[in-house]
């Protein structure tokens, strides 16, 4: 059974960068043809797809998100990870990891408010 764990600051100021790392168990990152991606909900909103890396390592990413995320991996440690710059109270969401694009898995979700 894969399991997702996401994990990182639950507040960040505005302006500042928010980092998330996502845990992955029971199943590899480098397993072909899986996606990893970084998906949000904002509060009385539906959920919006950020970006994602796949398992040779390939990125992709939200055209609305592009300039502002990078998402990148640690292979020995079976983590990816989630870096989005420049916050403003706007990137107040839960934040969930997931892999794809089938037998999806989901991580619980993580709340993370921008706010000084």
């Known amino acids: 059974q894969v399991q997702l764990q996401e994990s990182g600051p639950g507040l960040v100021k505005p302006s500042q960068t928010l980092s998330l790392t996502c845990t992955v168990s029971g199943g590899s990152i480098t397993t072909s043809y899986y996606t990893w991606s970084w998906i949000r909900q904002p509060p009385g909103k539906g959920l919006e797809w950020m970006g994602a890396i796949a398992y040779d390592g390939s990125t992709y990413y939200s055209p609305s998100l592009k300039s502002r995320t990078s998402i990148s991996r640690d292979t020995s440690k079976n983590q990816f990870s989630l870096r989005l710059s420049s916050v403003t109270p706007d990137d107040t969401a839960v934040y969930y990891c997931?892999?794809?694009?089938?037998?999806?898995?989901w991580g619980q979700g993580t709340q993370v408010t921008v706010s000084s």
């Open positions: 997931r892999r794809g694009p089938i037998a999806e898995f």
